[in-house]
Nanobody, 126 residues
Framework: VQLQASGGGLVQAGGSLRHSCAAS????????MGWFRQAPGKDREFVAA????????YYADSVKGRFTISRDNAKNTVYLQMNSLKPEDTAVYYC????????????????????WGQGTLVTVSS
């Protein structure tokens, strides 16, 4: 699976952005998808994850209520809608895919994912 992310950019605090991550291959619907981010000088951290069907989602506390993960299996694409952005949301954002079965909490860990897209930079100005 190859993942191609897009949607980064510069936005003012309080604004919105939407990330997209398009996957190659015909088995996209069998992958759990996740979004992670890495701020300068910090470790990569979990943002959100979504199950195969899209029926189950999981969010980091820091983005809950502001970010929404969704997927369109017909388009092989996962999305991250980011609203009410804050300067602390500034980071490089990565999408990731896992062949594993959905497992609560474990979906937040980077080793659980098999494939990673290239990062896209989001900068939120105050």
């Amino acid at each position: 699976v190859q993942l191609q992310a897009s949607g980064g950019g510069l936005v003012q605090a309080g604004g919105s952005l939407r990330h997209s991550c398009a996957a190659s291959g015909r088995t996209f619907s069998r992958y759990v998808m996740g979004w992670f981010r890495q701020a300068p000088g910090k470790d990569r951290e979990f943002v959100a994850a979504i199950s195969w069907s899209g029926g189950t989602t999981y969010y980091a506390d820091s983005v809950k209520g502001r970010f929404t993960i969704s997927r369109d299996n017909a388009k092989n694409t996962v999305y991250l809608q980011m609203n009410s952005l804050k300067p602390e949301d500034t980071a490089v954002y990565y999408c990731a895919a896992s062949k594993n079965l959905w497992t609560p909490v474990v979906v937040t860990t980077t080793p659980w994912y098999d494939y990673w897209g290239q990062g896209t930079l989001v900068t939120v100005s105050s």
